[in-house]
């Protein structure tokens, strides 16, 4: 039997409850599953940024990009809404909203982004989708965000 709204939507407010609290990799880590091998995948050209455009495959590749972003960006004010939740095939997309750094360079983009979130019959995360701003985050990895942010003001 495939889980309620109710339980697949707790599950990914769990996820992004913690994600938003900036909980320890470990604490993100229980969210995924252990019985199916799980995958992380941020959207993007992968040449902008090390995290961007490549899947991490099995607990220790999605624990790597966790502990890729948290050593590239900080982020605080993450707020999540307007979840849409899927029981036929168990998937939760949901928008979420930052302020991200990149840590190098000190540069600071507010963002929206959206999450995409497939759960097994445990309520845990097999594939986890991120759609986000890359061209802000590669910007910012060269410290050129804040010139081009201006220029476009002008």
């Known amino acids: 039997m495939s889980p309620s709204r109710k339980h ?3 599950a990914a407010q769990a996820l992004c409850q913690d994600f938003a609290r900036q909980e320890d ?16 995948i941020e959207h993007g050209d992968p040449s902008l940024a090390s995290f961007l455009g490549r899947p991490f ?7 790597k990009y966790f502990e890729l972003l ?4 900080t982020y605080k004010d993450m707020k999540f809404s307007e979840y849409v939740v899927d029981t036929e095939v168990n998937k ?7 302020e991200f750094t990149w840590t190098s360079t000190g540069q600071s983009w507010k963002e929206t982004f959206t ?6 019959q445990d309520l845990k995360v097999t594939d986890y989708q991120v759609w986000a701003d890359s061209g802000a985050a590669y910007l ?6 804040e010139e081009v942010q201006r220029a476009s003001k002008e």
């Not at 948290?70 to 960006?73: A, G, R, Y």
């Open 140 to 145: 910012a990895s060269k410290g050129q965000l």
């Open 70 to 73: 948290q050593e590239l960006l």
């Open 8 to 10: 697949l939507l707790a």
């Open 115 to 120: 999450y995409t979130l497939d759960f097994d």
């Open 25 to 40: 990799t470990d604490t993100l880590l229980s969210h995924f599953s252990t019985t199916h091998q799980p995958t992380a």
């Open 92 to 98: 939760v997309s949901v928008k979420g909203r930052a």
């Open 57 to 63: 495959t099995g607990t220790q590749g999605v624990r």
